[in-house]
């Protein structure tokens, strides 16, 4: 389903140096997804999240991923979805490249409020209704699905990594379901 | 599946008298949806158009229907939807309630180019991937599907009533499917 | 700097009872504005709104009006712009006619949370900068600006006609500046 | 004005090899702008392209250029249109951080159009309206602003860079000027 041929995934590898290198001195292009459940009329109902244990804590976070040299920002979503909510998520893509929200994460602290402490990062997020079931895979322990109300908490804010509860927040707000 | 229980027909309901009256003195509001095929990726590979038989000639348009009285933006899509495309049609309605275009009809030439010489009309346009089968009801004689190239042809909007080959163009724009 | 010359307003021109008659039978459709001051990169800095004495009590909104008959979207939104801020606001409309936001009133209470005892509205929300100094006119008493983290406050919010505070973080969310 | 301090540009710097050797390894992210000149209310009346002569062969762009590592997307938006059109643009930066088009550059012909045989380029695209006087620099040769139409046509698209025909076409849809 690829797009423009399967990515050079030879030329797009870097060694963990090279990345590291990387990171010092580009900012890394990112996707991320917040996955929805929505009714029969395309309305928002439920919010997922990824708990996520890390470190020896626990968080929660969104999809999220690197885009590889030579794959289309659609491929890097879709195999992001795929390797967080399992092979069976039946995610909809959006029919429009364009995000609801650009998020810029630096490794200091900004107005913005998006904190990535290995890297500046520019992630292009979307909101992506699933249909299927999802089993997340990885580091992931589970999704856990919220009511828009939960989702804009305070409390679910505090929780999430980076300052995606902003993420969350104005997600909702794209869909007409800020509470 | 409604949001705010059945629009209320009686009061919303206007005599053709009315409605005439209406129309010479206020702005009416539609939606419209421009009917898409997508790839399992979410990309736009085909564009559907009805064609119509009027006052005994042919022309083309989209799913376009007014927005009634105490009737949600999503009901009323969702319900010319069904009345265009048929109740097989299974559109996947967008979780933004936000459009891509805004058409504004006017009864006489304007700069924007829109159309309709029966009033003035705000529509809030939509693309809606449909998964199903459509069966044109009512006036409408088919849905043709159009390759995005097709789509944005000077030759197809010359058939495209009140002007919207533009709405195809931005919307396939709005894809980022412009040829 | 009509698009369409002077909109009709002898036809689009209601009286009282007619005006009342189409509020029972057909959506209106409005236009509002959400001032804001920026820096010299775009940033949104302050958002403003108007405070308003109305049957005794106090409240706020938003610069929001009707659109007439034969009236662009462009020209209602600068007349209203005009009418609540003043003749030297210098308000900098959007290239882009499509909102930020499409809020559903209704006088019954909804999920969407937008609310007008008067009538059914569908408003086409904008983020508009002004750059000018702001005098209110009319029924206003005063235009306050507000920092971000003020304008998404659960106690503005409360203050707020009609669930127009969701609309003013909707507003900040789509210039990167929820809290 | 920068909202996280000056871009770090020891680190953010690469050496001519460095930045060959990223460029292989993977997607760079741009921001580009179409400048345009707008009326009173805000609508677009002029599209600016940059004649640039390069390899001995004339060309059209637009403002387009790299974010550096610690820099903002707004910072870069700003440099590169001062960088472009000199310092006396007064450009006004869009209140949101959504592009109205994510334009994805790959070294090889895809489906999308865009090329850079240089690299795999993701550029983040605004519409800017400019107020001042532009005065380009470095390899612009000048600043031609055509009318909504020109900037549509055929023949304007076969003279852009890298596919950027496309891109002016999608910036006149976003602004509802679209012929």
Not at 78 to 83: G, M, N, P, Q
């Amino acid at each position: 389903m690829s797009t423009v041929g399967t990515p050079d995934r030879n030329s797009g590898w870097l060694s963990e140096d090279d990345l590291a290198e990387a990171r010092r001195r580009l900012p890394l292009l990112y996707v991320e997804a917040v996955p929805v459940r929505v009714d029969g009329l395309g309305r928002v109902t439920e919010v997922g999240t990824l708990l996520r244990a890390a470190d020896g804590s626990i968080s929660r976070t969104i999809v999220s991923g690197r885009v590889l040299h030579g794959e289309t920002l659609r491929d890097a979503l879709f195999r992001h979805l795929e390797k967080d909510l399992g092979p069976m998520a039946f995610p909809q893509l959006p029919a429009s490249p364009v995000p609801f929200h650009v998020a810029e994460y630096f490794p200091w602290p900004t107005e913005g409020g998006f904190l990535d402490t290995r890297q500046h990062a520019v992630a292009l997020a979307y909101v992506v209704p699933v249909t299927g079931t999802c089993e997340p895979r990885q580091d992931a322990l589970e999704v856990t699905w919220l009511r828009p109300e939960e989702a804009a908490s305070e409390e679910l804010a505090r929780e999430m990594e980076g300052g995606r509860g902003v993420l969350l927040r104005a997600a909702l707000a794209s869909a007409g379901r800020l509470p």
